[in-house]
């Protein structure tokens, strides 16, 4: 886990490609392709238009997502925010009036007597 300011891929920048790093993230901008950060949080901004693979530990997501995204811990999806993709995760918050399309695994480990 990162400590300190966070990384940060303004409004302006565009990146086609694979993202990978450790340290926390806020993404403005745009975003192709494939963005890991297993173990760090990625913040999706209003202004943020991600098309990607995301694979994360926590996500808080904002701004325009397509693409599936797998969490290892939490997964936000806040009022403003317009989600197109799969997502797995084992806790999930979405606010009244996020827009989602997908399907949604929350890996639980059940009882097998159930």
Request: net charge neutral.
């Amino acid at each position: 886990m990162s400590t300190g300011n966070p990384g940060l891929i303004g409004k302006a920048i565009r990146i086609k490609g694979e993202l990978h790093g450790e340290e926390d993230l806020v993404i403005e901008g745009k975003v192709e392709g494939t963005i890991s950060l297993k173990k760090n949080h990625l913040t999706l901004e209003r202004s943020a238009v991600i098309t990607a693979h995301v694979e994360v530990e926590n996500i808080t997501i904002k701004g325009q997502m397509n693409g599936n995204t797998s969490a290892s811990n939490r997964v936000e999806i806040t009022a403003d925010a317009k989600v197109v993709g799969d997502i797995k995760a084992p806790r999930i918050v979405m606010a009244e009036g996020a827009k989602f399309r997908g399907a949604v695994e929350m890996d639980v480990k059940l009882p097998a007597n159930i």
